[in-house]
């Protein structure tokens, strides 16, 4: 397996080496020393396969296939298009705050629909919304950097139709019968323009992570 095309080995120094010993399912420490021994190619595979495909830890899968095809007819993009990252992807908190803490009602979703013509249509909306407030047009700037619209932005009047359709996913969910308790106000989307954007903040915010120790639920 080792001898792999030198294409695929200068990927990752060894062809994901760091990543061999992750199963589906990912404990924290596990996590915290696959993103130690990282290269930037290791980071992008992490987000593309543990972070974006699959149903999350901390969903019920139907539930979240659902909720999937309740925010594809929102945005009005492929079913493909739309996943669920943060806590809920692993079943526990990725800020390093509070990294490892089990999921709980008091835990938000935090959901990305890639669409470049929905990015594209949104940031000038985002934009016209931020007028006059220097400290948003700073946030604006910032997310037009790494090519995402940060919908919880839009202030609730100023939502355009599809923001607050995509919004109201979450309500929806709350409400299913089976559906794990979460904190609705704080549930968020953020609408990349490309997988590739979406993929190089997910390993971005990854990175963070680094400085934790192997053992991260053993800090004092």
């Not at 079943?91 to 999921?103: E, N």
């Not at 090519?147 to 299913?176: D, I, W, Y």
């Not at 190089?200 to 992570?209: D, K, M, V, Y």
Request: hydrophobic share 40%; net charge positive; glycine share 4%.
């Amino acid at each position: 397996m080792d001898n792999l095309p030198d294409h695929l080995g200068r990927r990752s120094h060894g062809a994901f080496t760091p990543l061999r010993g992750l199963a589906s399912s990912v404990e924290p420490s596990a996590l915290v020393a696959a993103i130690k021994g990282s290269t930037p190619p290791d980071l992008a595979a992490l987000a593309w396969l543990w972070m974006t495909e699959g149903a999350p830890a901390g969903m019920k899968p139907w539930a979240y296939q659902w909720f999937r095809e309740s925010m594809s007819a929102a945005a009005n993009v492929d079913c493909k298009c739309v996943s669920v990252v943060g806590s809920h992807r692993f079943g526990y908190s990725l800020a390093p705050q509070k990294f490892g803490r089990s999921v709980t009602a008091n835990s938000d979703i935090d959901a990305l629909v890639v669409s470049e013509s929905l990015y594209r249509q949104l940031l000038p909306s985002l934009r016209t919304a931020a007028a006059g407030n220097d400290r948003l047009l700073q946030e604006v700037d910032r997310c037009e950097r790494r090519a995402f619209v940060e919908t919880r932005l839009f202030p609730p009047k100023a939502r355009p139709s599809k923001v607050q359709g995509m919004h109201n996913c979450f309500h929806r969910l709350s409400q299913s019968p089976c559906s794990v308790p979460f904190d609705v106000a704080h549930s968020s989307v953020r609408v990349y323009r490309d997988w590739h954007s979406a993929v190089s903040q997910i390993a971005r915010n990854l990175t963070h992570l680094s400085m934790l120790p192997v053992n991260p639920l053993l800090r004092t």
